[in-house]
């Protein structure tokens, strides 16, 4: 009995604001830019300044842990530098490999 009073009547589904269903993944994004993106951007900008700062005799850390004095820099790949890390030994690294330089 009750089925036929159902039966007669419509449904009509309906239609929100379609950027409603889209505000959860702009948020995700959002979120995502403030606390993934924007921070890993600073911190590779400062590293970058720090490394194009570095002279003759600065005591810096490698990414391996080791420590040691600035010599001198390749001449042929400006992207290299020698450093000391005991009595005459010296090795080639990357200035990228450089992550900290150590104030005296």
Known sequence: ?????????????????????FLPMILILVVFYFFLIRPQAKKAKEHQKMVSEIKKGDRVITNGGIYG??????????????????????????K??????IKS
């Open 1 to 21: 009995m009750f089925d036929l009073l159902y039966a007669d009547a419509t449904v009509t589904p309906k239609t929100g604001n379609p950027i409603i269903g």
């Open 69 to 94: 004095i600035v010599d001198s820099f390749r001449t042929d790949e400006q992207n290299a530098v020698y450093i000391y890390i005991a009595d005459d030994v010296k090795i080639l690294i990357l």
């Open 96 to 101: 990228d490999s450089i992550i900290k330089i």
